[in-house]
């Protein structure tokens, strides 16, 4: 097992020497496996871990958990740090879910752990069965090809050494350990859309069509990012080829008039005839951050790669994409195809895209 997950950190680089690595950590199965590997080799790969716990404050059980943690953190001279938080509270006062508004508590913790400690990374115990899981939940979202990537060994400095594991293995590797998991009682109520999927669809799909389908959906996952790392190449050299004016923002100026005559310069070069459409940039009002885009390049691109580069130019913008729906998309591109001045579209209340002039402006409002 030790061997695995050694063999997965070199596979993906997840972790270099001398780091200082962030453990998220339940007191479960998973996340228990994870700590007591990377506890075994942190000599090996020469790296300092430290242990972030939060309490839920949901289950009555969850007190002796926060101890378990507790515990072996000072059994094995790992620095813990622990967090309680009344998420259900929490959650009605926000108007949000109890799942996600546990998530929201929980990532923020781990990220606040990792600036107190300066950590390089952090790892999250996701195995294979929580892809294959989330795989199938996008599916029945309709998901694109970026759904079907499921959850990547690494996205930024949070890391997954466990995602080639199988729960089997992990169950059996606290057996082996003598690691006395805890065991989270919600993950057996079925009132979740993941608990269904994890209960009674999987089984289900073992038993009726292919006893195999965790492998098999990790296998397309695999394809899945390996279509996807190409399709970004492409949308990346495409958004190049097409981009006239870009100010995001790291060139964003003080005060905004300084902003627009500072960047004229930049526009003229880019743009043919840079003095008639300079002048009605220079009189539009300026956005603090805003993306312009050649429209007779755009419309000549393939669909499927216009509507990524929109996705893409408007994640640059946003540093998100969150609540850009395929309808957006769909709405964007006739937007643009359709080439009609003084019409505008806000797809998600925080961008504004609009032509004129032969350009696509977006803008982040």
């Given at each position: 097992m030790e061997d695995k997950v050694i063999e997965t950190i070199r596979k993906y680089n997840l972790i270099n020497s001398n780091e200082k690595i962030v453990v998220a950590v339940s007191g479960g199965p998973d996340s228990m496996c994870l700590l007591n590997i990377l506890k075994t080799i942190r000599e090996q790969f020469s790296i300092e871990i430290f242990v972030a716990h939060i309490n839920h404050m949901i289950r009555e059980e969850a007190d002796s958990e926060t101890e378990y943690v507790k515990k072996y953190?000072?059994?094995?001279?790992?620095k813990c740090f622990i967090k309680r938080a009344k998420v259900l509270e929490m959650a009605k006062e926000q108007k949000k879910g109890t799942e996600e508004m546990?998530?929201?508590?929980?990532?923020?913790?781990?990220?606040?752990?990792a600036n107190q400690v300066s950590a390089d990374k952090?790892?999250?115990?996701?195995?294979?069965?929580?892809?294959?899981e989330t795989i199938l939940m996008n599916l029945m979202r309709g998901a694109s090809l970026e759904g079907l990537k499921g959850i990547e060994p690494i996205r930024g400095k949070y890391i997954r050494p466990l995602i080639e594991c199988n729960r089997e293995e992990i169950e059996k590797y606290c057996?082996?350990?003598?690691l006395d998991p805890k065991f989270d009682k919600t993950n057996n109520d079925n009132t979740y859309t993941r608990n269904k999927i994890r209960n009674l669809l999987i089984p289900y799909i073992k038993k009726e069509f292919n006893p195999n389908i965790i492998s098999t959906l990790n296998r397309l996952s695999v394809l899945a990012r390996q279509d996807s790392a190409y399709f970004n190449k492409i949308v990346q050299e495409e958004y190049n080829n097409i981009v006239v004016f870009e100010n995001i923002g790291e060139i964003k100026q003080n005060a905004e008039y300084s902003m627009i005559e500072t960047?004229?310069?930049?526009?003229?070069?880019?743009?043919?005839?840079?003095?008639?459409?300079?002048?009605?940039?220079?009189?539009?009002?300026?956005?603090?951050?805003?993306?312009?885009?050649?429209?007779?390049?755009?419309n000549k691109l393939e669909y499927v790669i216009k509507s990524r580069v929109?996705?893409?130019?408007?994640n640059k913008l946003l540093g998100t994409t969150k609540g850009i729906e395929k309808i957006n998309v769909e709405d964007m591109i006739k937007l643009c195809d359709k080439n009609v001045g003084n019409k505008y579209l806000i797809p998600n209340k925080n961008v504004k895209i609009f032509v004129k002039k032969g350009k696509i402006f977006l803008s982040k409002l």
């Amino acid at each position: 097992m030790e061997d695995k997950v050694i063999e997965t950190i070199r596979k993906y680089n997840l972790i270099n020497s001398n780091e200082k690595i962030v453990v998220a950590v339940s007191g479960g199965p998973d996340s228990m496996c994870l700590l007591n590997i990377l506890k075994t080799i942190r000599e090996q790969f020469s790296i300092e871990i430290f242990v972030a716990h939060i309490n839920h404050m949901i289950r009555e059980e969850a007190d002796s958990e926060t101890e378990y943690v507790k515990k072996y953190c000072e059994r094995n001279n790992i620095k813990c740090f622990i967090k309680r938080a009344k998420v259900l509270e929490m959650a009605k006062e926000q108007k949000k879910g109890t799942e996600e508004m546990g998530r929201i508590v929980r990532y923020d913790f781990f990220e606040y752990v990792a600036n107190q400690v300066s950590a390089d990374k952090i790892a999250v115990a996701h195995t294979e069965n929580d892809n294959a899981e989330t795989i199938l939940m996008n599916l029945m979202r309709g998901a694109s090809l970026e759904g079907l990537k499921g959850i990547e060994p690494i996205r930024g400095k949070y890391i997954r050494p466990l995602i080639e594991c199988n729960r089997e293995e992990i169950e059996k590797y606290c057996e082996d350990n003598n690691l006395d998991p805890k065991f989270d009682k919600t993950n057996n109520d079925n009132t979740y859309t993941r608990n269904k999927i994890r209960n009674l669809l999987i089984p289900y799909i073992k038993k009726e069509f292919n006893p195999n389908i965790i492998s098999t959906l990790n296998r397309l996952s695999v394809l899945a990012r390996q279509d996807s790392a190409y399709f970004n190449k492409i949308v990346q050299e495409e958004y190049n080829n097409i981009v006239v004016f870009e100010n995001i923002g790291e060139i964003k100026q003080n005060a905004e008039y300084s902003m627009i005559e500072t960047n004229k310069k930049d526009i003229e070069d880019k743009i043919e005839k840079p003095n008639d459409f300079t002048k009605k940039v220079i009189e539009i009002e300026q956005p603090s951050e805003q993306i312009i885009l050649d429209l007779k390049k755009f419309n000549k691109l393939e669909y499927v790669i216009k509507s990524r580069v929109l996705l893409y130019t408007i994640n640059k913008l946003l540093g998100t994409t969150k609540g850009i729906e395929k309808i957006n998309v769909e709405d964007m591109i006739k937007l643009c195809d359709k080439n009609v001045g003084n019409k505008y579209l806000i797809p998600n209340k925080n961008v504004k895209i609009f032509v004129k002039k032969g350009k696509i402006f977006l803008s982040k409002l």
